[in-house]
C-alpha cells in the first residue's frame, strides 16, 4: 500500500469537494467520525457537514504547501494524514490552516474518522 499516494489522492479529492459543494464531503464520514474545527468538537457525518455548509463564507479556495502520511496502527487500517497551506475565502486574504486527518479503512477505501483544522494566525 503506497500511503503517500493514498494521501495525495484523498487530499485533492478532499479539497476539491469543500471548493465545489460542503454538502459533497457527506460520504467520507461516519456516525462515529468527530471534527474538531478551531477547537469546537462536532460528532457525527451528518453533524460535520451541517457545521461545514453553516460555516460563514461562500468561496474558499486551498492550496496545499505540504502534506505528510503514516500508517497509525500496526495492520495499516488507520492512516494519519497531516497538511498545511494556505485558505482564502470569499476573496479576502490568504490565511495559513493546518488541517490533521485520521482515515480508517473500510472495504477497499477509507473514511475519515478523525478531522481537526486549525487557522494558524499566530
Keep these: 500500500m503506497d500511503i503517500t499516494a493514498i494521501a495525495k489522492q484523498f487530499t485533492d479529492f478532499y479539497y476539491s469537494q469543500f471548493a465545489q459543494g460542503r454538502e459533497s464531503l457527506a460520504p467520507l464520514y461516519r456516525p462515529h467520525s468527530m471534527l474538531t474545527w478551531e477547537g469546537k468538537p462536532v460528532q457525527g457525518g451528518s453533524n460535520i457537514v451541517q457545521h461545514l455548509t453553516d ?5 474558499v479556495a486551498h492550496k496545499i504547501s505540504t502534506f505528510d502520511a503514516q500508517p ?18 470569499d476573496g479576502d486574504q490568504e490565511l495559513q490552516f493546518s488541517q490533521v486527518f485520521v482515515l480508517a479503512k473500510e472495504g477497499e477505501s477509507f473514511y475519515v474518522l478523525n ?6 494566525l499566530g
Design 55 to 59: 460555516l460563514p463564507f461562500q468561496k
Design 72 to 89: 497509525s496502527s500496526l495492520d495499516m487500517s488507520t492512516l494519519l494524514i497531516n497538511v498545511t497551506g494556505l485558505l482564502r475565502v
Design 115 to 120: 478531522d481537526m483544522f486549525r487557522l494558524n
